[in-house]
């Protein structure tokens, strides 16, 4: 399937919008990682523990980042978050001094959480945040002051349905008792008791994770180890495939696209957790590939086309290549767009780098990677602009060498 057909664009000729707008990216991201003293990093590389709650209304940020630094030591963040499917939900994570700390900050937030927003009653379990073991276990003892049979088997499988039921119809956010009649196994008698035994908060707490610093800190080093690593093995790949000027452009345009696409999530305040370096390494492989399709083309363009000046064959052989890059990076472009917009704020780090990694990576190919061929031709042949790459140039004067 072609979209275009013989095309004749000057895309070299266009190639220093391009460049200076990568200059000023490039410099713009550098200098927002300079000025606030290096990334925003997650949990996942800071260390720390970090609890994802929703709450029933709109959350009183304030009153929750007061009532955490009371009793927390040390930073204490606390942000919402936003998009259609995270509406009332807040991320509420500190920093850890040493691995004691760890699960007593945990306990303390959920203590904090508990005393403000906690049941009426505060002498009741909270329905909303309670495990199906122990609520079995609470329900075992008044169900049967109230005459309610139910045998322990039924009583377990009950309380599993009540989690399933609330987690998936109300992410495990009840406001009123009523929300749980349509539970399978749930009778009126059950209900009211339920209702007698239980308390409900304003919130439940969704998820927490923990990470010592010391992880945080050797997770770091192997997320930049592991891409350092990608693009060196490109690189070798690419100069032993190719020739190692097409290596070099490559790699300097997948560099390219990693800089600006780390600069930008500092400049728009965001964090780098492992979702983001696993969309990283992604955007690697996926840039990478599509400057081997266009470098590829212009290598076998060389061959044919001998007496043809290198900007004219370079140019020729992205036009024959634009069909298949707009259908590729399109389509991908759209899939990552629909994860950005509704994959909701678990996968909002990840679709967001590979939708500017996407965009940075397919003009490099074409704007960073092509010109830096020219270019090096152009420096070695004196600027003429008829000079072929190296092993092309070989392999082209031993046969002149043989017919002679």
Same mark, same amino acid.
């Given at each position: ?64 980042r ?7 030591? +040390?930073? #204490?963040s606390?942000?919402? =978050?936003? +998009? ?6 807040v991320?509420?994570?500190t ?16 203590? #904090? ?8 009653d ?10 199906r ?48 009649s ?6 009126p ?13 304003? /919130? ?7 990470v ?24 070798? /790949? ?8 097409? +290596? ?6 997948? =560099? ?27 955007? #690697? ?40 890059? #707009? ?14 917009? =509704? ?8 679709s ?14 074409? =704007? ?14 004196g ?22």
């Open positions: 399937m072609e979209l275009f057909k013989q095309t004749d664009f000057d895309f070299l000729g266009k190639k220093w919008p391009f460049i200076i707008a990568s200059l000023i990216l490039s410099t713009a991201g550098i200098v927002s990682i300079i000025a606030k003293g290096g990334l925003k990093y997650g949990i996942d590389f800071r260390g720390g523990a970090l609890m994802t709650v929703q709450f029933s209304s709109n959350p009183p940020l304030n009153q929750i007061a009532a955490m630094s009371q009793k927390i030591k +040390g930073q #204490v606390v942000q919402s =978050f936003t +998009g259609a499917n995270a509406q009332n939900q991320e509420v994570g920093e850890l001094a040493d691995e004691k700390q760890l699960d007593l900050n945990r306990q303390t937030m959920e203590t #904090v959480l508990k005393n403000a927003f906690g049941p009426a505060p002498s009741k379990p909270d329905l909303n945040n309670i495990g073991k122990e609520l079995a276990d609470s329900l075992r003892d008044p169900l049967a002051r109230n005459n309610v049979p139910i045998s322990d088997q039924q009583l377990q499988t009950l309380a599993g349905s009540i989690e399933d039921y609330v987690n998936s119809h109300y992410s495990g956010l009840v406001t009123d008792f009523n929300q749980i349509s539970v399978p196994g749930m009778t008698g059950i209900l009211n008791t339920i209702r007698q035994t239980f308390g409900l908060a304003k /919130y439940h707490v969704m998820s927490v994770e923990t010592g610093p010391k992880v945080g800190v050797e997770l770091r080093r192997k997320a930049v180890l592991a891409t350092l690593y990608a693009l060196g093995g490109m690189l070798v /790949y690419i100069a032993f495939r190719f020739e190692w000027i097409y +290596g070099l452009g490559a790699v300097i345009a997948c =560099f390219h696209d990693t800089i600006i696409t780390v600069g930008l999530f500092s400049i728009f305040n965001k964090e780098i957790d492992m979702t983001v370096i696993a969309a990283l390494l992604t955007l #690697v492989g996926y840039s990478m590939n599509d400057t081997i399709v266009v470098f590829d083309r212009i290598r076998e363009n060389v061959r044919l086309l001998r007496r043809e000046n290198l900007s004219d064959i370079v140019n020729r052989s992205i036009n024959q290549t634009l069909s298949r890059t #707009v259908l590729t990076s399109g389509l991908t472009f759209l899939t990552v767009l629909s994860l950005f917009l =509704f994959g909701g704020e678990v996968l909002h780090g990840f967001l780098a590979l939708v500017i990694g996407i965009i940075i990576g397919t003009y490099s190919s074409i =704007f960073i990677a092509s010109p830096m061929l020219v270019a090096y031709q152009d420096w070695r042949g600027r003429n602009g008829r000079s072929l790459p190296a092993k092309v140039a070989d392999t082209r004067r031993e046969k002149m060498k043989i017919k002679a």
